[in-house]
């Protein structure tokens, strides 16, 4: 699994980051930062929910 951000579309919102913080970061310049795009297999769930819960619909997940 790999995590893709549209940045055109990502508000920066930290959505994602309250979800899963070990992998989506929100930083002092209100830039998002994947910091894992690679995450466990165990950690899905909450990367789905992710995808499901970004305002601007700005993640996906491919399949690798």
């Given at each position: 699994m790999r995590i893709v951000v549209d940045y055109d579309l990502c508000e920066s919102n930290a959505v994602c980051m309250g979800i899963l913080p070990e992998?989506?970061?929100v930083r002092d310049d209100d830039f998002l930062y994947v910091l894992n795009d690679h995450p466990?297999?165990?950690l899905r769930d909450k990367v789905m929910e992710c995808v499901r819960?970004?305002?601007k619909q700005a993640i996906s997940v491919t399949e690798e």
């Open positions: 992998v989506f970061e466990e297999e165990e819960s970004c305002p």
